[in-house]
């Protein structure tokens, strides 16, 4: 049996569908940071059969939650003070996001200004369907 030790503050990403933890890694910057990281992959879960889990020694603030949210709203997020769980997050979609995806609309403001954030806007939220703040280009998720 794995045994990766407890983290005294810091925050624990749970429920994280199997296989995407290197994908959240990298979308939330984790590697930028100056503290310890710890990837579970493909733990053995009652809920999802399988999982993975991140554990991280760094103060929760430092991670962006609009991104996580709109990576996949189903992670719960533990906030560990002191050893022990304080707070357990539960994520939603964003209603608006910047600069984490890209308008592919070659006609849309943000493909000429180069300097423009990339804004999106929540506009359905049981489909999860959103659209570019300039041109109402729709975002479609890949399949995961």
């Known amino acids: 049996m794995l045994n990766v030790g407890a983290i005294e503050e810091g925050f624990v990403l749970d429920h994280i569908k199997a296989g995407k933890a290197m994908t959240i890694y990298h979308d939330l910057k984790l590697d ?3 503290c310890c990281v710890a ?24 991670m962006n939650m609009d991104i996580l949210g709109f990576i996949d709203h189903n992670i719960t997020v533990n906030v560990i003070e002191n050893g ?19 308008c592919r609309n070659p006609r849309c403001i943000t493909s000429v200004e180069r300097g423009l954030d990339q804004v999106f806007v929540l506009t359905d939220e049981e489909k999860e369907i959103y659209r570019c703040a300039y041109c109402e280009e729709k975002y479609h998720r890949k399949n995961d």
């Open 32 to 34: 930028k940071l100056d």
């Open 39 to 62: 990837i579970i992959k493909n733990a053995r879960s009652n809920k999802l059969g399988k999982k993975d889990i991140i554990k991280v020694e760094c103060p929760v603030d430092q």
């Open 84 to 102: 022990e769980i304080v707070e357990k997050k539960r994520l939603k979609l964003p209603k608006k996001i910047v600069n984490v995806i890209s």
